[in-house]
T-cell receptor, first 114, second 118 residues
Framework: GNSVTQMEGPVTLSEEAFLTINCTYT??????LFWYVQYPGEGLQLLLKATKADDKGSNKGFEATYRKETTSFHLEKGSVQVSDSAVYFC?????????????FGAGTRLAVHP | GAVVSQHPSWVICKSGTSVKIECRSL??????MFWYRQFPKQSLMLMATSNEGSKATYEQGVEKDKFLINHASLTLSTLTVTSAHPEDSSFYICSASPLPSSQSDTQYFGPGTRLTVL
């Protein structure tokens, strides 16, 4: 079946530190992969996505590369800010190019301190 | 743009009563709306997908008679938890898409509704 596993949090970093949040997936076929972010009191927002192998999604300094060989989509940012504190969700859509349904990981809470 | 609201943001009810949660797309027409349930420290689980003017499609294991979904207009979908029990206590999140589910993977999420059943 389809599933997403992401590292447990919370992740606590100092400002300007390097961030990695691991995400691996299990899927049949060729899924699309997503990272969503949820800031306190707000709904989930799409952060970035990749629709095929070796694609790199990027937004707001965050990057993730679709690695089919390792079934991974790790989120990285070179220098985090306090404003990046949020919960990050990795997700997949089983059918690339069109939506079937989103399957989410459990979420990883990031706390960035000044 | 692309704002989705939910009302109420939290609700407490007695066991056996019904609760209605509203999901509205504020600045776009939502052809498709989705309802998710999230348990503490767990993933969002898709409950059902609804298209305006037609019956919702429920995921396996979700009781359609317990979780009634209505998508009567392009800006409003409602989830009614009927005869709620403590095990229905959870965080319910809706999302909306301006396009049919077969054409787009874009979803805009509401902030969620916390339901507590006593």
């Amino acid at each position: 079946g389809n599933s997403v596993t992401q590292m447990e949090g919370p992740v606590t970093l100092s400002e300007e530190a390097f961030l990695t949040i691991n995400c691996t997936y299990t899927a049949t076929g060729y899924p699309s992969l997503f990272w969503y972010v949820q800031y306190p009191g707000e709904g989930l927002q799409l952060l970035l996505k990749a629709t095929k192998a070796d694609d790199k999604g990027s937004n707001k300094g965050f990057e993730a590369t679709y690695r089919k060989e390792t079934t991974s989509f790790h989120l990285e940012k070179g220098s985090v800010q306090v404003s990046d504190s949020a919960v990050y969700f990795c997700a997949l859509s089983p059918f690339s190019g069109g939506y079937n349904k989103l399957i989410f990981g459990a979420g990883t809470r990031l706390a960035v301190h000044p | 743009g692309a704002v989705v609201s939910q009302h109420p943001s939290w609700v407490i009810c007695k066991s056996g009563t019904s609760v209605k949660i509203e999901c509205r797309s504020l600045d776009f027409q939502a052809t498709t709306m989705f309802w998710y349930r999230q348990f503490p420290k767990q993933s969002l689980m898709l409950m059902a997908t609804s298209n305006e003017g037609s019956k919702a499609t429920y995921e396996q294991g979700v009781e359609k008679d317990k979780f009634l979904i209505n998508h009567a207009s392009l800006t409003l979908s409602t989830l009614t938890v009927t005869s709620a029990h403590p095990e229905d206590s959870s965080f319910y999140i809706c999302s909306a898409s301006p396009l049919p589910s077969s054409q787009s993977d874009t979803q805009y999420f509401g902030p969620g509704t916390r339901l507590t059943v006593l």
